[in-house]
């Protein structure tokens, strides 16, 4: 069905398109082949191991209209080795990395009507979700499992441009402990971050900054994406850490900002540091990087740069990114997967 679909006016939100691909693994029969679903609503066990006990992950990436009109997946092999590793963490059968790429090719052919045009500032967000679908109430992995592709029209995530937001510390809550889950896009993670989150948007802030959970006196990232800021003298600085997600987006950047010319430090990053930042950004697939204004911690306002402006290198880098995405500006690294 093709939708009638105002491209500049979209957000991030779900949308139902007209097919979503499903296979299925059981321990006798290993993973089916992939079949296309069209019915959001799906059967499940009561007592099925990710309602119960969390055997849950997930992945997002996005494909682009480019400006040939060709299109293509972002890196979508470090998505799949990502959810492999997640899958791995939480003793979940991990879906092969052809089987997750075909996934994502098949389920771009089946929904192409909704396939965002180039020149609109919006692309296809892709939603691969794994859980285990086997009842259980004694306490062990399931031994079937659920993997699913969503596609869905995404907006450009600025409607008002790449305006910075307010950012709090929230040291109330932790998100993610020392060995504990942080290192992967387990669903449990992100409900862990929800208390936190609406209660800093309670006192104003739109993302918080969550802290190393054993001495809590480190930056490790924001709820949905990874800390990056560039120091007053120059250099590309984000935590180094077990117990954050491995971006896609942060590793581009920083592949982009040594092409710049920028020294790229990966390392732990003190809370005492938040003086030394000329720029501050919260980077992830949905936003590439949301430029963050000030950080308040403790009763202190830190700020970076401008309230109204993005920093001059991290536009520099969002424009970048956004220009090899859309097939603007050579494709140096091999990043643009064609489908
Ligand atoms: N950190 C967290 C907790 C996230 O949820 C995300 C979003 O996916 C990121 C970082 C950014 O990762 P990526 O750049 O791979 O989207
Ligand atoms: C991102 O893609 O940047 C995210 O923050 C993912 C989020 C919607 C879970």
């Known amino acids: 069905m093709a939708p009638q679909l105002k491209w500049q ?18 321990k006798d029969g290993g993973w089916s082949g992939l079949s296309a679903c069209t019915d959001p609503n799906m059967s499940i066990h009561v007592a099925a191991a990710a309602l119960h006990y969390g055997q849950a992950c997930f992945e997002g990436l996005k494909a682009f209209t480019r400006k040939d009109g060709s299109i293509a997946l972002f890196r979508p092999e470090e998505n799949a080795r990502r959810m492999a590793q997640s899958a791995k963490r939480i003793v979940m059968e991990p879906v092969p990395e052809e089987l997750f790429i075909e996934a994502c090719k098949k389920v771009l052919a089946g929904n192409r009507d909704w396939m965002p045009p180039y020149g609109t500032g919006a692309s296809m967000y892709l939603r691969p979700l794994l859980i285990g679908s086997s009842p259980r109430v004694g306490i062990s ?6 993997f699913l592709v969503l596609a869905m029209p995404v907006g450009p995530y600025y409607k008002d441009g790449f305006l910075p937001v307010a950012a709090m510390v929230q040291d109330k809550y932790d998100r993610a402990a020392p060995r504990g889950l942080g290192k992967i896009k387990a669903a449990a993670n992100y409900a862990a971050g929800l208390l936190g989150d609406l209660e800093a948007k309670k006192l104003g802030f739109t993302i918080s900054l969550y802290l190393d959970a054993g001495t809590r006196m480190h930056i490790e990232e924001f ?19 077990d117990s954050i997600l491995t971006s896609v987006t942060n590793k581009s950047l ?7 010319g920028l020294v790229v430090e990966r390392r732990a ?35 970076f740069g401008r309230e109204d402006e993005a920093g001059p290198v991290l536009t520099k880098l969002y424009k970048k990114l956004l220009a090899v995405q859309y097939g603007e500006e050579e494709d140096r690294h091999g990043w643009m997967m064609k489908v």
């Open 9 to 26: 006016d979209l957000g991030f939100q779900y949308m139902q398109t007209d097919s979503f691909m499903r296979a299925d693994f059981t």
């Open 141 to 146: 992995p399931s031994d079937d499992y659920v």
């Open 223 to 241: 709820g949905t994406s990874n800390f990056i800021a560039i120091t007053k003298d120059n250099k590309y600085v984000t935590p180094e850490s």
């Open 254 to 260: 920083q592949q982009l900002a040594a092409d710049f």
């Open 269 to 303: 990053i003190s809370l005492s540091e938040l003086a030394d930042f000329a720029e501050v950004g919260a980077c992830g697939t949905a936003a590439v990087i949301t430029p963050v204004r000030s950080i308040t911690y403790n009763g202190r306002v830190y700020a």
